[in-house]
């Protein structure tokens, strides 16, 4: 996997490994590898509550990103039988 962050410079993440990101970073990340890509997202809740009309998801030029298409997001695909560390020999 290879992330990006706001001036497209990269970092590659080998299998296993993290990367942390610090909250309000602009980042996005891309699947280099030959095999699936599993990310896992963690988050903590923030202590105040955003501004009615104020965005919370924004770009490096400060529009708005918004659920949808131009989000990419996907569905899951389920593959029962199918393990995250089915590779590294942790049945």
């Known amino acids: 996997m290879s992330i990006y962050d706001e001036n497209g410079s990269k970092i590659v993440v080998k299998p296993y490994q993290g990367v942390v990101l610090p909250a309000g970073a602009y980042y996005r990340y891309h699947a280099t590898g030959k ?3 599993v990310l896992l997202r963690v988050s903590t ?3 105040h509550k955003t501004p009615a009309g104020t965005p919370i998801r924004i ?10 298409p131009e989000n990419l997001n996907l569905p899951p695909i389920e593959m029962p039988g199918k393990f995250f560390a089915e590779s590294a020999g942790l049945d």
Do not use: H, K, S
């Not at 490096?60 to 918004?66: A, K, M």
């Open 35 to 37: 095999g699936n890509l």
């Open 45 to 47: 809740p923030v202590r």
């Open 59 to 68: 770009r490096p030029d400060g529009r708005e990103i918004l659920a949808g």
